[in-house]
């Protein structure tokens, strides 16, 4: 993987798929981290070869911030959003989609599967980055770009000097835009996405799989990835219209293959991603019926 400058990338298993995420380092007289999904190995050997000053999560999921706790002695910092939400189990559930499909019962059992390093590295994070503003660490600039949609929260680092923007989670990926949390948002989403291509880089750095993208293969695959939101709305209405009842529509796969819907989690999200574009579509759900919103009104 290539480095710019002072920017290391530093990578996942995997080509860095989830449940990892690439990391970028910023080699300046400032140590500093972005997101810590990468390789444990590898970020644990830039630690001891140059010591990290300040880790920043671009949000909370922990493909991002699963490794925060590896680095004791360093700052921790989060989007503002964010901040409050993410750092308690019960908030993280409030967020992501399972107090909304399962309610207290169904967020005190997903409580026993959290992985406790996640929380610890949560935990861990005691300040937050302003949005749009100037940083600089040593002689390196960067923007913490608010890029709602993905979460609420989202930030995507740009650093202007060195024509670079680390895009996270607009990573091209065939699985396509992942907004499925209750914080997430597909207008959003797509405005988000339009903004990254408006910036004035060579060159987007994602968070996971393929990797680094020009400006003009990412506007190419920009287009084919926020593509597959139309193509779920077609496929959402026309099971609608076949007389699908809300729980049908879950168990289909519109998100996740079938097969791994027997994942609680995934299942969440599954829901949780099909409301948004029942929404999105002038339906609501009642009793698990789906029904226009223009019928109830």
């Known amino acids: 993987m290539n480095n710019f400058g002072p920017l290391e990338i530093i990578e996942g298993p995997n080509k860095s798929k989830v449940p ?3 990391s970028l380092f910023i080699n300046s007289s400032k140590k500093v981290l972005i997101d810590t999904g990468a390789d444990p190995k590898s970020l644990l050997s830039i630690q001891q070869r140059y010591g990290i000053d300040l880790v920043v ?3 909370y999921h922990p493909d991002h911030t699963r490794h925060n706790y590896l680095f004791s002695n360093a700052e921790k910092w989060i989007n503002p959003i964010e901040y409050g939400s993410s750092l308690t189990v019960e908030g993280i559930a409030t967020i992501n989609g399972v107090y909304q499909e399962w309610g207290t019962e169904g967020v005190e059992k997903w409580k026993q599967s ?6 610890e590295s949560l935990g861990e994070i005691s ?3 302003k949005y749009e503003e100037e940083y600089l660490f040593g002689d390196v600039k960067v923007h913490f770009l608010h890029t709602p949609g993905h979460t609420e929260g989202l930030a995507c680092p740009y650093f202007p000097e060195l024509g670079v923007v680390f895009v996270g989670d607009y990573d091209m ?3 396509g835009p992942w907004y499925n949390g209750t914080d997430g948002d597909i207008d959003a989403f797509i405005e988000s996405g339009k903004r990254l291509l408006n910036l004035d880089v060579h060159t987007y750095i994602t968070g996971h799989q393929k990797g ?3 400006k003009a293969e990412f506007k190419q695959e920009m287009e084919k990835y926020l593509a597959i939101i139309d193509k779920r709305d077609e496929l959402i209405d026309k099971y609608v219209r076949q007389g699908l009842n809300f729980e049908e529509l879950t168990n289909l796969g519109i ?3 079938k097969k791994t819907l027997t994942n609680t989690i995934l299942k969440t999200w599954e829901r949780s991603g099909i409301r948004k574009h029942l929404q999105r579509l002038g339906y609501t759900v009642q009793n698990n019926d789906i029904v226009l919103l223009s019928a109830v009104r």
């Not at 959290?114 to 929380?119: A, H, I, R, T």
């Open 173 to 175: 990926s065939s699985f």
């Open 127 to 129: 300040g937050t980055y």
């Open 255 to 257: 998100f996740y293959p």
């Open 114 to 119: 959290v992985p406790q390093e996640w929380m």
């Open 20 to 22: 990892f995420s690439r």
């Open 212 to 214: 680094l993208f020009s």
């Open 57 to 59: 999560n671009t949000h």
